[in-house]
């Protein structure tokens, strides 16, 4: 580490007080840590971390200080060299997916895998994956895909670009017809694909059938040029994903042949241009389920890094001390408003990344029953998938938030590992289904649910079978809607809580039922959403006699209270609390954080972000800070020189002749 | 307008949308504005838009492509122009803060005039004003204020630079002791300062005496290189504000003559080093409120902004309509869920507007009483406008980044002017005081004077005078603590709106009484504040016959029902509601956000932020949207070559070779 004039850190070290709070707690971080993620993540973070973080293609040092074209270029030559050892080590898509987490830079190629090769995979026709598919897991042909338009974002039925059907020589015309119109946002479209994929209107004879998607060659594979009849570039710096070349692209009546319109599902037929319908493609709803459940758990993990930022850098923070008592100071983590913005987040990233495994399960096992042709668990799991979507992107976006904030001043500096990476994060409210609009479905979907269920309820008896059944079949059998919760020591009852957050959840659907608001369909979504959460949770924890059990069962009524305390109003509102409840749920917060406060160091040293991934001065495992900070600050650009580059142009002229006279002489 | 194929835009324009919602609204937008910000801030801002805007230096064209060392250089060049137009207009004061506003970039000599000059201005003797303030003054000098150290953030006392004064050479030797001890985060210091106010601990005889100013030269006034025992930098790439140079500095036993310590108030004998304690400087409280009063005022014109962009772009953003139905599609603005995000944060920008102006008032007044010796009113404003910032600065940050949300994809690119605007504004919460620790200060003052003001009540009748008396003094002296809202109609009634506010700060100061907990004082400040904001908004009404009066006094009672709506369980908690009120303040609020919405966009023309600094393409007054995304689109320097650099590097290998060959020798 180099700091200037050979200078010492303060005594006693930060790093000292990280390895103290690690003493001090009888935590075993490394057993929690298999608990949470498994061997097989473990083995294969710690496999293809090795092999990342010892590549210097992939350094992470001097990244904050580049502009976006050389950020770019880096990200293109990380993608080669992710190509290269994907080869060489055989990498599987899970390998694939972890060397991501770790390289942590979404890139031009990255849309290539994760959406232009799944599209050609599921609507292709067998020939059409001799044609687009092979050369494409070549990556002789790279693509994107290309859906939203300028105007016309979450809208797929708004979208303006045409095909035109000509049967005279069996193509399509791809056209543009107004300015917005053009394709916007295209992840990989602006400087790197050879191919996209084209959701465009099918008209054919006379007839608009909607979107379909259409394989259009874009750039030249001899050089690389658009072709002719297509304009094409990227969309311009972003709050975040700056190494991602999102583009726009708009169509001058550009021809491609007749099977280049992906044709697993609807087809036209080349002679007479008629139109065969897609049979009805509940898979497709399945690809929608992965992907949200994929989102679900990654956005835990990066909670998990935020929190363990947030946590380590406020254990080793000292305020409010003179330098003389440095010694005796207390950390800023033992300020209860410090403790009382991160540990919740604690609690909360747990829950996640819980929710994320269990989401998991529930798809795999609906999976297998979809092939054996039961599709029953489908609406559910697609509603329930669409609202913890939302309700953890968000979740985790605000979380990060607080954790940078509560690293206070240092917080703000890109070297925190908090500032761009929150820039980063943020798209997960907006794709795979904008936050708002995802909850007006399962709002809807509940709601229907609940009527459909009142009525076989009043028809006869009903067996709860599914989640949201049984919660919501419990409450329409129950007559005394009264919570159970009489003492302090009840707050630490998981079933009284998940019976708190159940009864919320079906007392604030049914009270929506008399109309159509979206403010309800977010609130019943959300509600629905945090029981489902807590329900994962309580399934999630160990036996009672596991050394574990304390904690994570701590952590469990932790994000049990904090949520009933943020709505509190919702359980006073019916009377299903009494007021006399409201401050027990308030002091049951405050003593989990006081209860968990001893292992939080542990606690975050479990999700096991590795150092590489957590990229901070502040946050890293090691304890240290203020070294890592001088030696980030040394390599700014601005640094390189004794002299700033405008000294001579707007400096000098003050300092040498004041106010009055160069300037005077100039004006 | 540049479209490429000389496309035209969809039919009808966007910019039509804006024409009629404001042609179907009858609220004169300019009376409002008139209202709003008074003629003298008008006609400062048009005079001063007029010459900035036309002054090529000052072009935001291109400064979103940049990278950050020429964003420094171009600020710096911004930093010049202004001193010369400064000039060459005889601009005042308060010009230039105008100008600061319009020009909407922090430079590096901002730190010199905002905190160099005044800390010269106030600390100075005769015989230092003209050694230091004359030549600052003529910007012969270039200085910064240097207290935060790397370890050592809002904790003065901890601070551990030393200044020690050596009688035989009548010096004080400048010294960091530690690399902790590295001042940091330094505006102006990093590359522009020829001088540093250093706030170190003097030590004299042998005594600490705690931290003093001392006016420190740092780089040579010949040629700016770092002068002898000198480190300095700049401390990196942040968040946000990079166009200022924060720096770090470190001193290696630096010298200074005994007439560089500022020595107004504290003074050092020169001979004998003995210590001369300060008088006590009340006046200097006088500043941090005039401080915190500027960043609500300015943090409310920052929510104007975002409001402006979100609003206007929400009327003519269309979704969910098939392209043969766009005439008749309705704005996203219509939807109750985007209406929900917006228009109360529209009604919380009047809200912080006019608490800004009641605010200056407030301060103006106590600055006439204490020149006539009265100090009463100084610990309640100083508590209050702790607390207001805090508050102000956190409501707007958050608001900033739900306009940003609510306009969908788009809002994440850095074209909406939502982007890096949030990482610019993002720094209030945590300069001139902590939000946290602010309302840790304001807590504490209102338990303490709710303390005394109970005693004095019980001692006999109380007259209440200021604000904060006479509502506590109602709490004390009122009986039955119930609200006297009984229906829909009543939540328009401001005087009970004002009461249930009132009524919440006193009861959880009350309630808070028997510990001492930071989450209880900032709660206590929380809701002290919300009830300062209402009582200031109501306040600022017009009469009940003026044409104003019904849109203005529907956002008092927007502002009121969100906030307690926002905070329904503190009024269900002691029953001060019951629970009936909850469906009734949940109503309030979206039949106000219904009674508001035609006039939206009128109300958000008033805010009357110019064009030139909004800075979107997607809230500007014309209303033209795409074609300016379009337009930005092209200016990205990815898309000034056909080919991107990095393709036969990257891209060629594959497309030409695919996984197999090329690389496959390359293995």
């Known amino acids: 580490m180099t700091t200037p004039f050979g200078l010492k850190p303060s005594e006693p070290h930060t790093s000292s007080f990280l390895i103290k709070e690690r003493e001090q707690s009888s935590l075993n971080s490394k057993q929690l840590s298999l608990y949470i993620h498994g061997e097989e993540f473990l ?3 710690e496999r293809l971390l090795n092999i990342i973080e010892n590549d210097p293609v992939f350094s992470k040092t001097i990244r904050c200080y580049q ?4 950020r770019i270029l880096n990200a293109m030559r990380k993608d080669k060299r992710i190509l290269e050892l994907k080869r060489q080590y055989r990498w599987t898509d899970d390998d694939l997916d972890m060397a991501d987490l770790i390289v942590d830079e979404s890139r031009p190629f990255s849309l290539h895998r994760s959406m232009f090769l799944p599209t050609l995979k599921n609507q292709t026709t067998p020939e059409q994956q001799e044609l687009f598919l092979k050369p494409a897991l070549d990556y002789r042909i790279i693509g994107c895909y290309a859906q939203t338009e300028l105007g016309h974002g979450s809208n797929i039925q708004g979208l303006e670009t045409t095909a035109t059907y000509i049967p005279e020589t069996k193509e399509f015309e791809i056209h543009s017809p107004s300015l917005t119109a053009s394709k916007w946002w295209i992840g990989g479209l602006g ?5 996209a994929v084209v959701m465009a209107r099918l008209i054919t004879n006379g007839k608009d059938l909607g979107p379909h998607p259409f394989v259009v060659p874009i750039r030249s594979l001899q050089d690389h040029r658009p072709l002719a009849g297509i304009k094409v570039g990227d969309v311009g710096p972003k709050f975040g994903f700056n190494t991602v070349d999102n583009g726009f692209i708009l169509f001058d009546h550009v021809r491609i042949p007749h099977n280049h319109m992906l044709a697993r599902y609807a087809k036209v037929d080349p002679k007479t241009g008629s139109y065969t319908k897609p049979v009805n493609d509940k898979l497709s709803y399945g690809t929608m389920v992965y992907v949200r459940v994929k989102i679900v758990h990654q956005i835990g993990l990066s909670l998990a890094r935020a929190t363990t930022i947030a946590t380590r850098y406020s254990a080793m923070r000292r305020q409010f001390a003179t330098p003389q008592s440095m010694k005796a100071e207390v950390p800023v983590l033992n300020y209860e408003m410090v403790q009382y913005r991160i540990i919740p987040l604690i609690a909360q990233t747990f829950a996640l990344l819980f929710t994320g495994k269990q989401m998991k399960k529930q798809y795999l096992e609906f999976m297998a029953e979809l092939k054996q042709g039961d599709f029953s668990k489908l609406k559910e799991l697609h509603a329930s998938s669409s609202g913890l979507k939302s309700l953890s992107t968000t979740m985790a976006i605000s979380g990060i938030e607080v954790c940078r904030r509560a690293c206070g001043g240092h917080g703000f500096s890109q070297f925190s590992g908090l500032a761009e990476f929150y820039g980063n994060v943020l798209p997960n409210a907006t794709w795979e289904g904008d936050n708002f609009i995802l909850t007006q479905q ?13 009525s076989r309820a ?9 989640t949201t059944e049984k919660y919501l079949l419990e409450y329409l059998t129950t007559s005394a809607h009264i919570s159970p919760i009489k003492s302090m020591d009840d707050m630490y009852n998981h079933q009284y809580l998940l019976k708190a957050l159940a009864h919320r959840a079906a007392r604030l659907i049914h009270s929506s039922l008399s109309g159509s608001s979206q403010i309800d369909h977010y609130r019943i979504s ?4 945090q029981y489902l959460i807590l329900h994962n949770f309580v399934h999630s924890l160990p036996e009672p006699n596991d050394a574990l059990y304390p904690s994570l069962a701590r952590l469990c009524s932790l994000y049990a209270a904090h949520t009933l305390e943020s709505h509190l109003a919702d359980f006073l509102e019916d009377e299903y609390f009494a007021p006399r409840h409201a401050p027990m749920v308030r002091a049951a917060v405050r003593e ?5 406060r001893p292992d939080v160091v542990p606690l975050v040293d479990a999700f096991n972000i590795p150092d590489f991934v957590v990229s901070s001065a502040l946050g890293e495992s090691d304890g240290v800070v203020y070294e890592k900070m001088m030696e980030k600050a040394l390599l700014e650009p601005l640094n390189q020189t004794e002299v700033v580059a405008g000294y001579e142009e707007c400096i000098r002229p003050f300092v040498h002749g004041g106010m009055g006279s160069e300037l005077n002489v100039r004006l």
Chains 1, 2 share one sequence.
Do not use: M, N, W
């Open 43 to 45: 083995e294969r973070q």
């Open 67 to 70: 502009g976006r074209s050389q």
């Open 191 to 195: 400087i790197a694909s050879t191919h």
């Open 442 to 454: 399962t709002g809807k979907y509940l709601q229907k649910f609940f009527r459909d269920l009142s």
């Open 458 to 466: 009043a028809a006869g008896p009903v067996q709860g079978k599914a």
């Open 526 to 529: 959300e509600a629905h959403c």
């Open 592 to 596: 989990l954080i006081q209860e968990l």
